[in-house]
């Protein structure tokens, strides 16, 4: 079984278990960058109403009751972030900007989804000589985990994305699918008066796992990262920060306090992971295969809830069709469990 599963859960896998897959360049009218820039009208408007929604635990952190800093919608990594040392550094060394695309709403409802639409294009060169750190903590401290990671073997790739096409109509790859629906769920979700802030906005961007959770933790209340399967399965798996992973059926004693995930953010993860595997399969007729934990380099830089949904599996002939034709209401089941996570 062991094999099995790790066989049927290549893309989550590949988080962690690096492999390197060239895809080519795509064009799509529905990628087109857009951003909108935060204004001082949004500060006075956001605190209000974030004061007066705080009926779910889920508003702890309270980075929605801020404006968010953007340079014309762009929002840069802080200087001082701790992730910033163990992040992917550019082929000469240099440290490239880490950065992140602000949407706001009409009328901000005071909570702040950060939508990440997983893996973007690595056929760059310099991709495949961006290397990012496993767990973004000193070796020293991963003594009590059960983990390989450590020294040299502690980086990884961080972009990793598969080019197997859909069995459905042989052309959508997975960052070509995730990106359709991170930009459907975007503009559903700023209807519904959310601010959104999505990882990438067209195929040519790219961003490592750990920056991603990094830029996250900064700007968003929580986080949702957007997948396609494959392994010759079937079904919608999400997947929530724990010690045991899933895909290799490992524990991995501490790991969740030695990333400094709290039990809290544990629970509201898996509060939404569940929402999420529940409302996708129910209105798509996808088949539910759970939320699960998994050890993730998205998850070890995180600090906020967070969840990662593989929709299901581009290489099945059954999943593959609902991938292709049921985008919308994909999206529309996404942000129907957001609503439930903040209590809507
Ligand atoms: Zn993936």
Known sequence: M????????????????????????????????????????????????????????????QTSAKSIPTDNGVY??????????????????????????????EVFNGH??????????????????????????????????????????????????????????????EPEFSLRVSLLLKDKLLKKGYRVVMSRTDYNQNLSNGARSALAGETSDIMVSIHSNTGRS???????????????????PGYTSIMGLTQENIDLSKKLAESMANNITSSTGLKNKGAHTAVLRIFSYSSIPTCLVEVGFADNITDAAILGTKKDLIASSMAQSIDQYFGK
């Open 112 to 173: 702040t989804v950060f939508v990440d639409a997983g893996h973007g294009n690595n056929s760059a060169p310099e991709a495949s000589q961006k290397r990012e750190k496993y767990y973004p903590v000193e070796d020293s401290k991963l003594s009590g985990m059960n983990t390989s990671m450590v020294g040299s073997k502690a980086y990884g790739y961080g972009v990793e994305a598969r080019n197997t096409r859909s069995v459905y109509d042989n052309t959508e790859i």
């Open 234 to 252: 079937s079904g919608t798996l999400t997947f929530y920060p724990g010690d045991k992973d899933y895909i290799s059926e490992e524990t991995y």
């Open 2 to 61: 062991r094999k099995y599963r790790i066989k049927h859960i290549i893309c989550a896998g590949v988080l962690l278990i690096s492999i390197v897959a060239g895809i080519s360049n795509v064009n799509a009218s529905t990628a087109k960058r857009k951003v909108r820039p935060v204004t001082r009208n949004n500060q006075a408007e956001t605190t209000s109403v974030a004061n007066s929604t705080s009926e779910t635990k889920a508003t702890q952190n």
């Open 76 to 105: 840069h990594l802080s200087k001082d972030s701790k992730y910033r040392p163990y992040l992917w550094k550019n082929a000469d060394g240099k440290t490239p900007d880490y950065v992140a695309y602000v949407f706001e709403p």
